[in-house]
């Protein structure tokens, strides 16, 4: 490993990349890292643009033109967390596993997961089908303090992305390794940044993202509320999946460091 100093995950990261950059030779094999990698990416950044620009208006702005509008915008909520934690489960990970053929189906799980949770994220935000309802639209000062708070929230998401090791959260774990021809291997127990504040950053930023829009409609109200409770239930399942796998180092953490809310320290 690299020892670079500052960031142990820029350390990781490089070499990695390293590894892919001098793959042995195998055309099948680096075609089709290289096409799976160009579609997890793809996917991954449709569908944060679309989550960004479809909250920034209140969900008013998607393509969905259902018949049915209620049924279709439930069932498109509903399909993210059915899938989203399960396949995240042992599992879940054995699906994955066997989405592409041996030998590489069990390298590619951090790649197809990431193609299948954006996919998700992008049919959630891009199609579905607003109400034409608007409540509320932030103007002058409020609008302009909203863009920054929304923005903020979207930065704090990235920070905790990365604290939690970007190759994996970005699905480039999988690909990279393959390419390489290499085990990939996955970031221990975050613990720095974001994670030494609060033990779930990612699903409290994303809540923060959801209610600080510039525009609220009733789509967007149901999609933080719906959303919002998924990110303070879900993690329970992760935390399981923490405490049997790293044990006494997870007790600690959990006991030093609270769920979701920062503890406020007072100075003597």
Known sequence: MINLPGDPHIARLITLLRAALHAPRGFRRIATALVL???CHVIFALAVGAMIAAMF??????????????LANAALIVQFPLAHSPLLSRTGQRVLARIFPAPHGQTLISTTYAIIASAQLFALFALWT????????????????????YAASWLLLMKASFDAGVEVQSGALGW??????IRPVYPQMPTRGLFAIIRQPIYVTFALTLWTVPVWTPDQLI????????CLIAPRAKERRFAARYGAEFDRYRAAVPYAIPRVRRQR
Do not use: D, K, N
């Open 37 to 39: 990698g160009a579609v």
């Open 57 to 70: 208006f209140g969900m008013q702005q998607s393509f969905g033109r259902a018949s049915w509008p209620v």
């Open 130 to 149: 607003p109400s034409g309802i608007i409540w509320w639209q932030a103007e002058g000062a409020a609008f302009w303090a909203l863009c920054t708070a």
């Open 176 to 181: 990279l390794s393959m390419l390489a021809r």
């Open 223 to 230: 999609l933080a509320l719906t959303l919002s409770a998924y």
